[in-house]
C-alpha cells in the first residue's frame, strides 16, 4: 500500500478514535431491558424510540403502535436520569410500604434509614396502599428513576408491575412475605405460619370458639387461612369472620366487637390481624363491663409499642422488622458493590408473645 493511502488510513482512525464517544460504566448486577432492545424488536432506530416516548404525536401511528406494543412486552420504562451520572449510580434507595398511618412498619423503615444513612445513599419512601392500583402507578415512577435499589412490602404484585421491576435490571428486595418465587431478594416470614401456630397457642389456652377480625389485605388473609385451616383440623369448624377495610383503626375493632357479641353463641377469643384492632376489641369488651380475659380473651399481630402496657397487657406476634430492614438494606448495598449475597431468600421467622390479654 502506497504510503499516502497508510497516512490516510491512519488519520481516519485517528479522527474516529477521537470523536467515538466514551463507554459508559454498566451498571453492576443489572442486564435489564434498553432502550436498543425496544427498537430492535419495534424495527426501528433508537433516536426512533425516543422520540416516539417524548413526543408520540411526531411518530407515524403504524411506527408508534409497534414502538408501544414492544415497551409493552419488554416492560421496558425510560431512564429519566440518562445521562446524568457516569456511573449510572443514583445514590437513591426507594422503598414502598402499604400505608405510614400505622406503626407496624416503623421500624422496617427505620432501619433502611439507617442502613442508607450509615452508606451515604438516601432513602425514598413511597405508600403504595392495600389494593396495588398505586403500586404499580409508583414502580413506574420509581424505575424510571432509576434508584440503586427498591424494596418492596410483600410480594403479591401485578403482573404488569412485576414485569416492569424483572426488566429493569434494578436490585429488588421483597419483605414482610415468603414466596419460592422472589422477583430478586426476600426477607420476611410466612404469615400462614403465623396463623397455624396462632391457633395451635390459643387452642392449648383451652378457647374452642373462637372468632377473626381482620383487615381486607393479602397478607392478614394468609394469617386468617393459616388460623382457619388448623383450627378446623384440631375439631373447630365454626369460626365467625368479620373482615374490616385496611389500614386497621380502633373504631374497627369496637365495632367488630359489638357485632361480634350479637351472636347467639358470642366467642370466647378474638385473633386479630393488628394490635390497633385488638386495642380496640379490648376498649368495647370493658366499654361493656367484660372482663379480659375472664370473659373475651384477645390475641393481636405486630406488637407494637403500646402493647405490652395495655390492660390488660396484650398478647400478640412479635415481628423484628429492624432485622427485616437490615437484611433488606444489606442485599441492596452488597449487590451495588459486586458482593456475592448468598442466600437470596432470608426466613426471619416470628415470636408468639403471651401476655395477659389470652
Excluded at 400505608?99 to 442502613?115: H, K
Aim: proline share 6%.
Amino acid at each position: 500500500m502506497p504510503s499516502s493511502s497508510r497516512s490516510s488510513t491512519a488519520s481516519s482512525a485517528t479522527r474516529s478514535s477521537r470523536t467515538r464517544p466514551a463507554r459508559r460504566t454498566p451498571r453492576r448486577g443489572t442486564g435489564g431491558t434498553t432502550l436498543n432492545d425496544v427498537a430492535a424488536l419495534a424495527g426501528v432506530s433508537a433516536i426512533t424510540v425516543s422520540r416516539a416516548l417524548k413526543k408520540p404525536d411526531v411518530v407515524a401511528q403504524e411506527t408508534l403502535a409497534r414502538i408501544q406494543d414492544a415497551v409493552a412486552r419488554t416492560g421496558y420504562v425510560p431512564n429519566l436520569i440518562a445521562g446524568g451520572l457516569a456511573s449510572n449510580r443514583t445514590g437513591l434507595i426507594a422503598a414502598l410500604v402499604p400505608t405510614i398511618a400505622g406503626s407496624v412498619f416503623l421500624d422496617t423503615v427505620q432501619a433502611l434509614t439507617d442502613a442508607c444513612d450509615e452508606a451515604g445513599c438516601q432513602l425514598m419512601l413511597g405508600q403504595s396502599g392495600y389494593t396495588g392500583f398505586r403500586e404499580d402507578a409508583l414502580i413506574n415512577a420509581i424505575v424510571g428513576r432509576r434508584p440503586d435499589g427498591i424494596v418492596l412490602t410483600g410480594i403479591m404484585h401485578s403482573p404488569e408491575g412485576r414485569k416492569r421491576l424483572l426488566a429493569s435490571g434494578i436490585p429488588v428486595v421483597e419483605t414482610w412475605d415468603l414466596t419460592p418465587t422472589p422477583i430478586d431478594m426476600l426477607v420476611g416470614f410466612s404469615h400462614e405460619r403465623v396463623g397455624m401456630e396462632v391457633a395451635d397457642y390459643l387452642y392449648g389456652k383451652g378457647y374452642r370458639r373462637p372468632a377473626i377480625v381482620t383487615a381486607e389485605d393479602y397478607r392478614a388473609g394468609l394469617r386468617r387461612a393459616g388460623f382457619e385451616h388448623r383450627m378446623r383440623s384440631l375439631g373447630v369448624l365454626d369460626i365467625p369472620v368479620r373482615v374490616v377495610t385496611a389500614p386497621t383503626m380502633l373504631r374497627h375493632g369496637r365495632e367488630s366487637m359489638t357485632e361480634l357479641m350479637q351472636r347467639t353463641a358470642p366467642p370466647d377469643v378474638i385473633f386479630c390481624s393488628s394490635d390497633v384492632l385488638a386495642h380496640g376489641v379490648i376498649t368495647e369488651a370493658q366499654a361493656r363491663g367484660m372482663q379480659v380475659p375472664g370473659d373475651i380473651a384477645v390475641m393481636g399481630f405486630g406488637d407494637l409499642a403500646f402493647s405490652p402496657y395495655l390492660h390488660p397487657a396484650l398478647s400478640t406476634v412479635h415481628i423484628d422488622g429492624t432485622a427485616i430492614g437490615r437484611q433488606a438494606a444489606r442485599f441492596i448495598l452488597d449487590r451495588i458493590e459486586g458482593h456475592d449475597i448468598g442466600e437470596r431468600v432470608r426466613d426471619i421467622g416470628f415470636t408468639i408473645v403471651p401476655r395477659q390479654s389470652a
